[in-house]
Nanobody, 115 residues
Framework: QVQLVQSGGGLVQPGGSLTLSCATS????????LAWYRQYPGDERERIGV???????MTHDSLLGRATISRDNANSTLYLQINSLKPEDTAAYYC?????????WGQGSQVTVSS
C-alpha cells in the first residue's frame, strides 16, 4: 500500500533552516509528481510546492527564494528545505501524492519558528 513517512521539523529559531523528508513506498515514485502542503491551526491545508516527476519544482509565492523542493528517485524520497525561517512559517507540513484520483498524505511534521 502507498505510504508516506515524514521526518524532520521541530523548533527552529527565526532565520534558521530546516529540511523535511518524506520517505515513500508502495508506488512507482518516479512516475508521479509530489507536493508539500502547509496547514495553520483552524485552516485548510494549502499547497506550497510541487515537484514534477521530471524534477521540476514550483513553489508558492510566499516561499519564493526561501524554499527548495527536491526528490531522490533512487530512494523514493521527497524533500523540502526552507531557509530564513519566519514565525509565520510555524505550521504543520504534509507531503502528498495523488494517485488514481486519491490523495495520500504523510503523517505531518510540526514546524515551530520561535526564539
Amino acid at each position: 500500500q502507498v505510504q508516506l513517512v515524514q521526518s524532520g521539523g521541530g523548533l527552529v529559531q527565526p532565520g534558521g533552516s530546516l529540511t523535511l523528508s518524506c520517505a515513500t513506498s508502495g508506488f512507482t515514485f518516479s512516475d508521479y509528481a509530489l507536493a508539500w502542503y502547509r496547514q495553520y491551526p483552524g485552516d485548510e491545508r494549502e499547497r506550497i510546492g510541487v515537484i514534477t516527476k521530471n524534477g521540476f519544482p514550483m513553489t508558492h509565492d510566499s516561499l519564493l527564494g526561501r524554499a527548495t523542493i527536491s526528490r531522490d528517485n533512487a530512494n523514493s524520497t521527497l524533500y523540502l528545505q526552507i531557509n530564513s525561517l519566519k514565525p509565520e512559517d510555524t505550521a504543520a507540513y504534509y507531503c502528498n501524492v495523488y494517485i488514481d484520483q486519491r490523495d495520500y498524505w504523510g503523517q505531518g511534521s510540526q514546524v515551530t519558528v520561535s526564539s
